[in-house]
T-cell receptor
Framework: ETGVTQSPTHLIKTRGQQVTLRCSSQ?????VSWYQQALGQGPQFIFQ???????GRGNFPPRFSGLQFPNYSSELNVNALELDDSALYLC???????????FGQGTRLTVV | DQQVKQNSPSLSVQEGRISILNCDYT??????FLWYKKYPAEGPTFLIS?????DKNEDGRFTVFLNKSAKHLSLHIVPSQPGDSAVYFC????????????FGTGTRLTIIP
């Protein structure tokens, strides 16, 4: 059973640019959630995808968008990057049979 | 508005003793609570959970207690081991089975050998 994997692990972008982060969910999991963890804070829910449809969104602006693919992998896209977008972005997968979400190792995004 | 609060940013405990991590919440719609452990450069790892229909759940050295009237939960680790040194996050969700978690800010636990 493969775990949740995220790519890339680190990324540096310039303010105003766009970024795409990727997540492969754990085998058998059909739900993917994305979280943003700023330094010294707990993870904050961005949105969740279930069977390729957005299934809930946290308090993040529309320039944060996502996709889920038929194989349940997912992308997080952020447009018009701001300095405050610098954070660890975590992907978590789960199935409708389980309540625990399993996290990937995260992508550390730095916006300069 | 911080709906899940971990008021102790750090905690140091002697190896072999009990570690007690605390968490408070304000949203009465939360009905499922989880603890995650995080090492540097890794994602959070699920540790233990409890639903609102219970007041205690135990798994090996880890026990979670839930006091719904006080909107408070705690994680007990006994005996504490050096490998337990990590950041611990309390998380909550509304609608059991919903994985949209609200996290606290974490408590850094250091086990002193």
């Amino acid at each position: 059973e493969t775990g949740v994997t995220q790519s890339p692990t680190h990324l540096i972008k310039t303010r105003g640019q766009q970024v795409t982060l990727r997540c492969s969910s754990q085998s058998g999991h059909n739900t993917v959630s994305w979280y943003q963890q700023a330094l010294g804070q707990g993870p904050q829910f961005i949105f969740q995808y279930y069977r390729e449809e957005e299934n809930g969104r946290g308090n993040f602006p529309p320039r944060f968008s996502g996709l889920q693919f038929p194989n349940y992998s997912s992308e997080l896209n952020v447009n018009a990057l701001e300095l405050d977008d610098s954070a660890l972005y975590l992907c978590a997968s789960s199935s409708t049979m389980n309540t625990e979400a399993f996290f990937g190792q995260g992508t550390r995004l730095t916006v300069v | 508005d911080q709906q899940v609060k971990q008021n102790s940013p750090s905690l140091s405990v002697q190896e072999g003793r009990i570690s007690i991590l605390n968490c408070d919440y304000t949203n009465s719609m939360f009905d499922y609570f989880l603890w995650y452990k995080k090492y540097p450069a890794e994602g959070p790892t699920f540790l233990i959970s409890i639903s609102s229909i219970k007041d205690k759940n135990e798994d090996g050295r880890f026990t979670v207690f839930l006091n719904k009237s006080a909107k408070h939960l705690s994680l007990h680790i006994v005996p504490s081991q050096p490998g337990d040194s990590a950041v611990y996050f309390c998380a909550a969700s509304a609608n059991f089975g919903n994985e949209k978690l609200t996290f606290g800010t974490g408590t850094r636990l250091t086990i002193i050998p």
